[in-house]
């Protein structure tokens, strides 16, 4: 028994018998009574039959992190890696980064004053200990954080993402991994536009088909 929306991120794959053995009170994948579980299982007779069960439930998560993980983070249309990739961000990020701090200039100066109080701190402690550590430009480099949001949610971020070949509004199976492929952002969003077409085409003719038998049946 396959329970599914397509358009859900969770998958139940349950076979019919389980479903009634839990009815009937029994473990849900051996059949076997309350009193032969084992200490401490309410549900499950066992660890291994819950481990068993959990097995038959999917996540989109999980579901796109084994495409990847698989097939490898490299765009199977246009064929960059995540080596390429790397590169790019790097750049990408140092723009985002230089562009943030010029809209926010007072977060240098609180990092400046925290870098200079750490500073002083240590020295300090250096002189109780009869040592001082020579400081190097990197110690006093200012760079405030960036939040992950403002990285990640800038639309140049290059990533690999799991897409469906054909897309479910079109007739794709949602979790068929014959009907995934991993490509890149850029990739992505392109097919994205593309399959945004078909499915307005798509919508169009169903409209047009539904208006024909409604005219069909006035008549």
């Not at 009815?23 to 039959?49: H, I, L, N, Q, R």
């Not at 990020?93 to 609180?110: C, N, R, S």
């Not at 500073?119 to 760079?143: H, P, T």
Request: net charge positive; aromatic share 10%.
């Amino acid at each position: 028994m396959k329970m599914v929306n397509p358009r859900e991120n969770i998958k139940y794959d349950i076979p019919k018998e389980w479903v009634e053995n839990f009815k009937k009170g029994c473990c849900p994948v051996c059949a076997k009574t309350k009193f032969e579980f084992d200490k401490g299982m309410k549900v499950y007779c066992s660890k291994k039959c819950r481990i068993e069960y959990s097995k038959r439930i999917f996540t989109w998560q999980e579901k796109r992190d084994n495409v990847i993980k698989c097939r490898g983070e490299k765009c199977q249309k246009c064929g960059n890696t995540k080596e390429i990739f790397d590169k790019r961000n790097k750049k990408i990020k140092t723009k985002i980064y230089m562009d943030y701090l010029k809209e926010h200039p007072e977060l240098v100066e609180l990092k400046r004053k925290e870098l200079m109080d750490k500073a002083e701190n240590y020295y300090k402690k250096a002189q109780m200990l009869d040592g001082i550590k020579d400081y190097s430009e990197e110690d006093y480099e200012i760079r405030p954080d960036v939040p992950y949001e403002i990285i990640k949610g800038n639309d140049k971020w290059l990533s690999f993402e799991v897409d469906h070949i054909i897309a479910v509004a079109l007739g794709g199976d949602f979790w068929d991994e014959a009907n995934l492929q991993v490509l890149c952002s850029i990739c992505h969003k392109e097919k994205t536009k593309k399959d945004a077409k078909k499915i307005a085409e798509l919508r169009k003719k169903e409209k047009k088909l539904k208006n024909n038998k409604t005219i069909v049946g006035l008549g």
